[in-house]
């Protein structure tokens, strides 16, 4: 069925960058906005931007304009979210979500990748 | 950035009861509302959208209502599965918001 498969939990060091992947299945990849949101331990959720796989266009919440840099790769339809500079801030969990651009929701969500930043 | 306000955090609620969870917008989104429901260590969920309908496979105990800045969310009879965190959200103007969350405990 219609998936989006998040790569495992990461613990990087304060300053450094990694990126966290999703990759979709059983849809056609090119079709659907995806989107990524930030939950804090405890907190809502924050949404950090999207990409249309199909253009390779994006859009960011002006707060992540510099933290957060979306990409795709058709061939392997994976969405890529890269963050850098990670402070304590940058500890949470962070999904994708596919955004049905008709009748406007977010229909499928991955589960998740726990980004903890400490030294 | 339009703010959306779920002034309940917490309630708390008995299985078979009614309850309804409201959401305010800072202004007007139209109908351009969907609700989400968090279950412990999961993804959110989509229940509700377009302010008022039911997404596919969800039971009919969930319903949403409403439009320009009050929305409102409510289970008919609250079953023990339905603990959760529930989550409005707009997406009528850029970025879409979430709502702080409303964590339904059940007695």
């Known amino acids: 069925q219609v998936q989006l498969q998040q790569s495992g939990p990461e613990l990087v060091k304060p300053g450094a960058s990694m990126r966290i992947s999703c990759k979709a299945s059983d849809y056609t990849f090119t079709s659907y906005y995806i989107h990524w949101v930030k939950q804090r331990p405890g907190q809502g959720l924050e949404w950090i931007g999207w990409i249309y796989p199909g253009n390779v266009s994006t859009k960011y919440n002006e707060k992540f304009k510099g933290k957060g840099t979306l990409t795709a790769d058709k061939s392997s339809t994976t969405a890529y979210m890269q963050l850098s500079s990670l402070t304590s801030e940058d500890s949470a969990v962070y999904f994708c979500?596919?955004?049905?651009?008709?009748?406007?929701?977010?229909?499928?969500w991955g589960a998740g990748t726990t980004v903890t930043v400490s030294s | 950035d339009i703010v959306m306000t779920q002034s309940h955090k917490f309630m708390s609620t008995s299985v078979g009861d009614r309850v309804s969870i409201t959401c305010k917008a800072s202004q007007d989104v139209s109908t351009a509302v969907a609700w989400y429901q968090q279950k412990p260590g999961q993804s959110p969920k989509l229940l509700i959208y377009s302010a008022s309908y039911r997404y596919t496979g969800v039971p009919d105990r969930f319903t949403g209502s409403g439009s320009g800045t009050d929305f409102i969310f409510t289970i008919s009879s609250v079953q023990a599965e339905d603990l959760a965190v529930y989550y409005c959200?707009?997406?009528?103007?850029?970025?879409?918001?979430f709502g702080g969350g409303t964590k339904l405990e059940i007695k």
């Open positions: 959200q707009q997406h009528y103007i850029s970025p879409p918001t």
């Open positions: 979500a596919r955004w049905d651009r008709y009748d406007e929701y977010f229909d499928v």
